[in-house]
């Protein structure tokens, strides 16, 4: 790779000993794509929690920190595996959540915003078109490239920290132009009048196609989506087909027509997705033991909007007695909701509202799973109903209106 | 040196040259969605490999399904002493590079001639990322 006096100062360690190892390590990753310069970044957003980065994470991450290791750009956290307030009564560890606090302090003292939310995109940072980030999770990557028309790759948590640190990331995938014209074609003859659906489009089109430089183009939608149809569809293409950016036609800013957005490409496939493509996702789940103990809303957090139409789907109704309802959305939104009633309508409904978290990532998940029998776990996430399977739930995906029936019926059908 | 059975040449690839037991996976694979990260056991419902162990293996998958979470995920087996040698990918994510780079795992991408026409699960193969070359050494029984 071709660098800088910038960067050759900062390998010989004028920065300090973490930007030059966090320098080397992003050279060893760009040029393993071929990088051959990098460019800078405006705002960072990593993955870091003791779920996944276990002792060994930790471990180095508290001898980075020893290194003087100090984010240069904005860098702020994803969803975590605890909400302290709640951490006791889920069955959470108590050595486990010590260890998440000294995470976070960590994280603190090298300059990072500890947000613990998935949906930066929704609530703290809009990059401009063509403007270069380092974002994880995939979620927030495919909104960043596809609504927002700006540049990321997926970013794991080590390399959107290295990136925060150096103030750069190499250029290769979504920085480059050439990767993010459209390479297949994507018809949509469904109504999509669901959450659910949008995430069960993302599930037919990434499924079929699972490759990270796969872009699809969807075409001719009914009517303008919402950004919470946008963050379901994203997150279920990022999830099932490893996908980092779509466009919409007329809807996404690099897809001012069809011809714009697959940029000369040749489409390797045209999908058409009508209603009886949908309705076939929904008739494919097993339904195991048939039990219904367990409703989830999360994976995205759920936006201020979804909290408001999800209070207002509750009305009066109470969650059936034997089924647990989680719902999980971010510090903020949470606070909001809160001001506006609708945590309020929520909780009184008996959903148990966590902040700060994705269900999947749950520290003890699994064995929280066997403590309180749940075997299906049904949701209106494409996206958790596919990531959570390491966790042995059996998963069903159903729109928003019959989650909410199953959670205050009981039954699932 | 050994002269080997089938040679499989790869597109990039990072690490150091090492030596394992092949398996080979005609489905995808991510760490988050598929491993049970204390076990090392492969434990998705209807995976292809459910069940298998992947300590000590070369793995060849075709695709890296979702998750920013095997950045920290390869560094964390490899902490609990339950990592693979080495992943093979037909093609892969950034994340999956970043996770094993981070690691210190070797790891490759792109692939001639496909696994499936050279390597079984069982075979003694040899990854060498500095000359691109996987190497089958000697066939399993």
């Known amino acids: 790779m071709r660098l800088t006096p910038e960067e050759e100062a900062m390998l010989a ?14 050279l060893a990753v760009g040029e393993f794509f071929g990088a051959e310069r990098f460019v800078p970044v405006t705002n960072a957003h990593m993955m870091g929690d003791i779920e996944v980065m276990g002792d060994g994470g930790l471990g180095w991450l508290k001898a980075t920190g020893a290194k003087h290791a100090r984010a240069c750009v904005p860098l702020t956290t994803n969803a975590r595996c605890f909400d ?19 995470l976070i302090a960590a994280l603190r003292g ?13 609530t703290l940072y809009q990059p401009h078109l063509g403007e270069h980030v380092a974002w994880g999770d995939t979620g927030t990557v495919i909104y960043a490239n ?80 919402v950004a919470d149809e946008l963050k379901h569809l994203g997150a279920a293409l990022a999830s099932y087909g490893s996908m980092g950016m779509f466009h ?21 496939d045209e999908i058409v ?32 909007f979804e909290m408001k139409a999800l209070a207002e789907a509750f009305g009066d109704r109470k969650v059936h007695p034997g089924t647990q309802v989680f719902v999980t959305t971010s510090h903020g939104v949470k606070s909001t909701a809160h001001n506006l009633g609708y945590l309020q309508a929520l909780e009184s409904a008996g ?25 299906n776990m049904v949701s209106n996430s494409a996206k958790i109903v596919n990531i959570i399977g390491a966790h042995k739930f059996n998963t069903v995906l159903r729109r928003t209106r019959d989650c909410v029936e199953i959670a205050c019926t009981g039954r699932l059908s | 040196m ?30 988050r969605y598929d491993l049970d990260r204390w076990s090392g056991l492969i434990t998705k419902p209807g995976h292809k490999l459910e069940g298998t162990n992947i300590r000590d293996k070369i793995l060849f998958f075709p695709t890296a399904k979702g998750g920013i979470a095997a950045g920290w995920a390869f560094f964390d087996i490899k902490h609990k002493g339950i990592a693979p040698k080495a992943f093979v990918f037909g093609v892969t994510n950034p994340v999956m590079v970043q996770g094993a780079v981070f690691a210190g795992i070797p790891i490759t991408e792109g692939w001639d001639p496909p696994p499936a026409e050279a390597v079984r699960t069982g075979d003694w193969v040899r990854v060498d990322p500095g000359r691109k070359v996987i190497e089958v050494l000697r066939r399993g029984r």
């Open chain 1, 248 to 268: 919409m036609v007329g809807v996404t800013p690099e897809a001012p027509t069809l011809e714009a957005a697959l940029g000369g490409n040749r489409p390797v």
């Open chain 1, 273 to 304: 997705i009508d209603t009886a493509a949908l309705e076939r996702v929904y008739s494919g789940y097993h339904l195991g033991d048939r039990s219904a103990t367990l409703v989830v809303f999360s994976g995205p957090q759920l936006s201020l």
């Open chain 1, 84 to 102: 302290f307030a709640h951490a006791a009564r889920l069955g959470q560890d108590a050595g486990e959540a010590a260890k998440e606090r000294e």
């Open chain 2, 2 to 31: 050994t002269v080997p059975l089938a040679t499989i040449r790869v597109t990039r690839a990072f690490g150091p040259v090492v030596e394992g037991e092949a398996v080979v996976s005609t489905e995808g694979f991510s760490p």
């Open chain 1, 110 to 122: 090298m300059n990072a915003l500890t947000t613990d939310t998935c949906i930066n995109y929704q």
């Open chain 1, 13 to 26: 360690g004028r920065r300090g000993e973490a930007a030059r190892d966090a320098l080397r390590y992003q």
């Open chain 1, 351 to 375: 959903a148990t509202v966590l902040e700060g978290v994705c269900f999947y990532i749950l520290q003890n998940l699994s064995r929280m799973r066997v403590a309180n029998g749940w075997t």
């Open chain 1, 146 to 225: 596809s609504v927002f028309g700006a540049r990321s790759n997926f970013e794991s948590g080590p390399a959107a920290l290295a990136a925060a640190i150096t103030g750069r990331t190499p250029e290769y995938g979504f920085h480059l132009d050439r990767h993010r014209k459209g390479t297949l074609v994507v018809r949509l003859e469904a109504a999509l009048d669901d959450l659910a659906d949008w995430g069960a489009l993302g599930k037919i089109v990434g499924e079929k196609h699972q490759n990270y430089y796969a872009v699809p183009v969807f075409t001719e939608p009914r009517r303008a989506p």
